[in-house]
C-alpha cells in the first residue's frame, strides 16, 4: 500500500513537470479509493486471525475433553430384564440359601430348658449317709440346716432371758384396779416392758407375772432373802 501511493505522487510530480498541472480529480479519488481499499483489507485479515484462533482453541479443547458437553454426564440405560429370567434368578439364590444353611449347634430339645439351671443340680444323686440316717437331698439338707440353726438361737434366747430373770428382784406389790410394782427399784404398771425384754402382764399377791418369748414367769417377794422365780411355760 505504500508502494503504490508513492507511485501516485510520482505520477503527480511527472504531471507536474509536463506542464499539466495538478493531479486530476479522477486519480485523487482512485487515490483515495486504493487507500479505503486498504483500511478494508486489513479489517477483514483481522477477523480471519481471529476466527482462525478461535477454531484452534476449539480444537484444543476438543483434543483436551473440555468441549461443550464435557461437563454433561451422561444417562445411565438401565435396559429391562426378562421377567423369566428374574424368577429363575430368584429360584436359583433361594436353592444356594437352603444347602448352603448351618447346622443347630444346640439341639432343639435343649433350648427350651433353663439355661441358668444346672444338670447336676437338677438330678442330684442320692447321698448315702455313713450312719443309719435315712439317704437325703438338698433341700431337706438345707431345711435341716435351718432348723438346727432355730433351734441354736432359741436356746441362746432362752439362756439371756433367764439370766436376766434371776437379776430381778421384787421390792414390792401395790395390787388393786391398776397393779403396781416395784422391781429392782424402779416402778412398773400393767402393760410395761421390763428391763426392756420382759411385760408385766398381773399381779398377784405377793408376786408379779412377767411374760417373755410366749412364757410367762412368776416372780414373789423375797421371804427370808430368798426369792421365789417360777416359768409357766408358753401359753
Known sequence: MTGLHNDMSAMNAGADEQGM??????LEGLEQGEAKGGFSFGGFGLMILVVA??????????????????ATAGAMKIEAQDPAKLAAAHKQVMSDLSTARVEMQVPYDRVRTNPFRTAGIVNL???????TEE??????????ARL?????????RQK???SLLQSLELNSV?????????INNKIYRVGDRVEGLFVFKAAQGRAVVLE??????????AIGGHADRRGSGPR
Not at 440353726?149 to 441362746?156: A, G, I, P, V
Open 125 to 131: 444323686p442320692v447321698v448315702q449317709s455313713s450312719s
Open 160 to 162: 439371756q432371758v433367764l
Open 53 to 70: 484462533l478461535a477454531g484452534g482453541v476449539l480444537a484444543g479443547m476438543r483434543q483436551l475433553g473440555l468441549g461443550p458437553h464435557a
Open 21 to 26: 498541472g495538478p493531479s486530476s480529480p479522477a
Open 148 to 156: 438346727e440353726q432355730q433351734k441354736r438361737l432359741e436356746s441362746e
Open 135 to 144: 439317704p437325703t437331698d438338698l433341700n431337706a439338707m438345707v431345711e435341716r
Open 174 to 182: 401395790l395390787g388393786g384396779p391398776s397393779p403396781v410394782a416395784r
Open 212 to 221: 417373755a418369748e410366749g412364757q410367762e414367769h412368776r416372780i414373789e417377794m
